[in-house]
């Protein structure tokens, strides 16, 4: 069932995003193998836009319900699976983009939750880390979301982010979240 988004994610306390992640309740897609049926003639575009046969969904309703079926693949490759078909998605780069970010906290007390293109919301911890990846010119910043799956942080959002930078106990500057330091610099 998909999780009903958030009224207004600015208005939420952390707390109330957090217990909304851990609410999430999605559909066992990690037990559900089915053979593989063909494609779905699907795409999600760099930016989080989803396609089929080369047009948008426009419906954030069926994009939100096509995303509770979206899995990883060993190979790297993702589907859309239920419990009696599989059938390919092709993703352009990750398959969700985080839109909006709000923190609370300070050093190693700090917190970072995330909205996502599809309203779903994640919490930055151990489990679903943050990584910057590309070039210091052209950083290219991810959040683990769920089943190995990523979602691009957007460049506003992250902007917002490396105003808060601090230096972490290695020295490199990054953020903490639920007791995990996030460097957004190189080693």
């Known amino acids: 069932m998909p999780m009903q988004p958030p009224a207004d994610f600015a208005s939420l306390s952390l707390a109330e995003v957090a217990r909304l992640a851990a609410e999430a309740k999605l559909p066992p897609v990690d037990r559900w193998n089915p053979t593989h049926c063909g494609d779905s003639e699907m795409r999600i575009a760099a930016d989080g836009s989803w396609f089929h046969q080369g047009s948008p969904i426009a419906r954030a309703e069926m994009v939100r319900l096509f995303a509770t079926i979206l899995r990883r693949e060993p190979d790297g490759s993702h589907v859309l699976v239920t ?5 390919s998605i092709t ?33 930055a911890d151990a489990e679903h880390p943050i990584r910057i990846e590309g070039t210091a ?14 979602a691009l942080i957007a460049r506003t959002v992250f902007y917002e982010l490396v105003e808060q930078l601090v230096e972490g106990p290695d020295g490199r500057r990054g953020l903490w979240s639920e007791g995990a330091f996030f460097p957004f610099e190189p080693a």
């Open 83 to 87: 419990p009696v078909e599989k059938l």
């Open 91 to 123: 993703v352009d780069d990750a398959p969700f983009v985080a839109v909006e970010a709000k923190l609370s906290g300070e050093g190693d007390q700090g917190r970072i939750a995330f909205r996502l293109n599809t309203d779903e919301v994640a919490v």
């Open 137 to 150: 010119d052209a950083p290219r910043p991810y959040l683990r979301v769920r089943g190995g799956m990523d």
